[in-house]
């Protein structure tokens, strides 16, 4: 049974770059601070009259008057120092013929890592997932990748000219390539084991073996019992030997509110070592019935189970590897301790990905040369932000199409036992984002300066993400929801009530609401030009759109509760993920930054920013489809075919 930390793994990522703000704002220099608040001019003065700063060094917004159609440079150069060279500039923009450049190289570092961080990773986690014995070939390709990125990035270095002084980007990818190898320390020790076994069975090399054995983790270098020789490798299954089949419902429709009282359809679990069963017989090509044969009762998620009680231990490549290096007697496989470290070890690998998207954002930035000195406070302020709503966008598309089903999160009955619901973490993330910006909006700021109109704005939203995120949580606790039932309760007296059938999802509207209002407040944020005010209406809009459509899932699905552990995929769902996605995106293109570059570019154009966003978010959900789909795959083969029934 998966553990109830792994429900984790959807909050390591986004809680890290939540914690991690601070330090990238604080990254900021004091004398830069301090220099540009000790020249005081009048329109300062007037500034701080009326009650409006410049924050942390920002390009002051406009709360008065109508915004600006064009650029106003004087203005810019006032707030921000001119646009310095970048690697982008002088490798593109603005070569110089008689100077050698090397952008082949970057071009490289950036196909390598991508095919590492967003290929070969994803078909490694699913794999592990799945205890799949290939797993040790693509951890192979993905460090194989990481080193080629890695090599085509010191040599650009080497030939390049810094352009961008103290990035921390090289030695950020450097912590995450670390990180990824503390994860695969387990599989590197299990090849070890498995090679001293190997060796101590004293077997006469051979290519094949040592290959099967060693290297694929597979255990035929053992002397088995011959009548288990007959067993097919290609269609072995990893997973439990039955047969689920839901009870099937009357032909006859009774109307919806009929069938929304009534019980859950049981699961049925149908023992293959029945004799009359011929599905099996291409998986034991008829091995039950050879004398001597053994029926086991164990579950066969260990390979294990499918030899002697005695053989030796199959390689698992799976959170169930940590169990391999416990002491006898002291540690139980199902403790809490063991537990917590599977829920860690999932949430550390799968955070891995969130760790290369964040790490995309920061290699786009040190090549193009943005959010330098006064720019940085609100480029960090719309990257971490908006790629919060982008990646969870993604998440919540993977969940319509089925993935943390064994979780209960794909708008499913939990086939597992009982998980904290998606909600839960949802408002906790909220809740944790909320407490922590409510104080990191004044950082930067002097002791007794007074609120300005835009630290306002911004802690008023922190403060609702607070305690919004604090009643979500509640709303989610069984124990909380006995206590707001204790009145009928004790009303109906001793006689046994039943919950309604509402009961069996989650309709908490917190998080959804949560996300609306601040998309509604940001799309009517007060910004110095035209352009930008556009632009924020878009992606404040496309964040309202998620939570309408949040909220006709749960109207639907109340009318209807799940009553299959199959996703049931509400359309809505996969607007909704849409919706938040790309709203997300449309926030990182809002940077000052980059929409004073469209300006001056003439490429301040509504239709083509929606359009490049849009783009992008259909290409992402390709690749979350495919990565989905592909474990889903990989598990039919692994596993025996369910044939479902209507209901």
Not at 243 to 252: H, Q, S
Not at 292 to 311: N, P, Q, W
Not at 503 to 523: D, E, K, Q
Request: charged share 15%; proline share 6%.
């Amino acid at each position: 049974m998966r553990s109830p930390w792994l429900s984790l793994v959807v909050t390591a990522p986004l809680l890290a770059i939540g914690l991690f703000e601070p330090l990238s704002v604080l990254a900021v220099p004091v004398a830069d601070l301090e220099s540009s608040e000790t020249h005081t001019t009048p329109h300062d003065l007037v500034a701080s009259w009326s009650g409006v700063f410049r924050r942390d060094d920002d390009h002051m917004h406009m709360h008065h008057g109508a915004p600006l159609t064009e650029l106003n440079e004087t203005a810019i150069l006032e707030w921000h120092a001119p646009t310095p060279p970048s690697y982008w500039s002088i490798d593109i923009e603005d070569r110089d013929p008689s100077v050698p450049r090397y952008p082949a190289l970057m071009a490289l570092h950036i196909i390598f890592m991508t095919l590492a961080f967003f290929v070969a990773l994803p078909v490694g986690i699913a794999m592990r997932a799945l205890k799949h014995s290939w797993h040790g070939l693509v951890v192979v390709a993905f460090y194989s990748l990481c080193a080629l990125g890695c090599a085509s990035s010191t040599l650009y270095r080497k030939l390049t000219p810094d352009m961008y002084e103290g990035s921390s980007h090289a030695s950020h990818g450097y912590l995450v390539l670390i990180l990824s190898l503390c994860l695969s320390a387990l599989d590197i020790v299990r090849f070890l084991v498995r090679l001293y076994a190997f060796v101590k069975s004293r077997t006469k090399f051979s290519l094949k073996p040592f290959w099967q054995n060693v290297v694929l983790g597979r255990n035929e270098v053992y002397n088995l019992t011959a009548r288990y020789t007959s067993l097919d490798p290609e269609e072995a299954s990893e997973f439990d030997v039955a047969e689920m089949k839901p009870l099937r419902v009357a032909e006859t429709r009774e109307p919806l509110h009929v069938r929304r009282n009534q019980p859950i359809a049981t699961i049925q679990t149908q023992n293959l070592d029945d004799p009359d069963d011929d599905e099996t017989a291409p998986w034991v090509n008829n091995s039950r019935n050879s004398q001597g044969a053994i029926h086991y009762t164990k579950s066969s998620l260990s390979e294990r189970t499918v030899f002697e009680a005695d053989s030796p231990q199959g390689s698992r490549h799976s959170d169930e590897t940590l169990h391999d290096f416990k002491l006898p007697g002291l540690i139980e496989p199902q403790t809490l301790l063991i537990r917590i470290s599977q829920g860690a070890f999932a949430t550390l690998e799968r955070a891995l990905v969130f760790a290369a998207f964040g790490m995309t954002l920061s290699g786009i930035v040190v090549y193009t040369g943005g959010c330098r000195e006064s720019y940085v406070n609100g480029c960090l302020a719309h990257l971490i932000k908006g790629g919060i709503f982008w990646c969870y966008g993604l998440v919540t598309f993977a969940r319509y199409l089925g993935s943390f089903s064994e979780l209960g999160w794909a708008w499913n009955i939990s086939p597992s036992g009982e998980h904290v619901s998606a909600e839960f973490v949802e408002s906790l993330v909220i809740f944790l984002y909320g407490i922590t910006n409510t104080w990191m909006e004044r950082f930067g700021v002097h002791s007794g300066d007074p609120y300005t109109t835009k630290q306002v704005q911004h802690i008023s939203i922190a403060v609702m993400f607070w305690f919004a995120g604090l009643v979500g949580m509640g709303i989610e606790s069984k124990r909380v929801r006995r206590w707001l039932a204790a009145s009928a309760a004790a009303a109906a007296g001793p006689a046994e009530t039943s919950e309604p059938p509402s009961y069996r999802g989650s309709f908490n509207p917190f998080p959804a609401l949560v996300i609306g209002v601040t998309g509604a407040a940001m799309s009517a944020h007060a910004q110095t030009y035209l352009f930008q005010v556009q632009i924020h209406e878009i992606w404040g809009e496309l964040l309202l759109g998620f939570s309408v459509l949040r909220c006709l899932t749960y109207f639907f699905v109340w009318l209807g509760p799940p009553r299959s552990i199959l996703p049931s995929r509400p359309p809505t769902e996969a607007l909704a993920s849409f919706f938040l996605a790309c709203g997300g995106l449309v926030f990182i293109f809002s940077t000052e930054e980059v929409t004073i570059a469209a300006m001056r570019k003439g490429r301040d154009d509504m239709m083509m920013f929606l359009n490049v966003a849009v783009a992008i978010t259909c290409f992402a959900f390709c690749w979350t489809f495919c990565i989905v789909a592909m474990k889903g795959w990989l598990r039919s083969r692994s596993s025996p075919r369910y044939p479902l029934s209507a209901s």
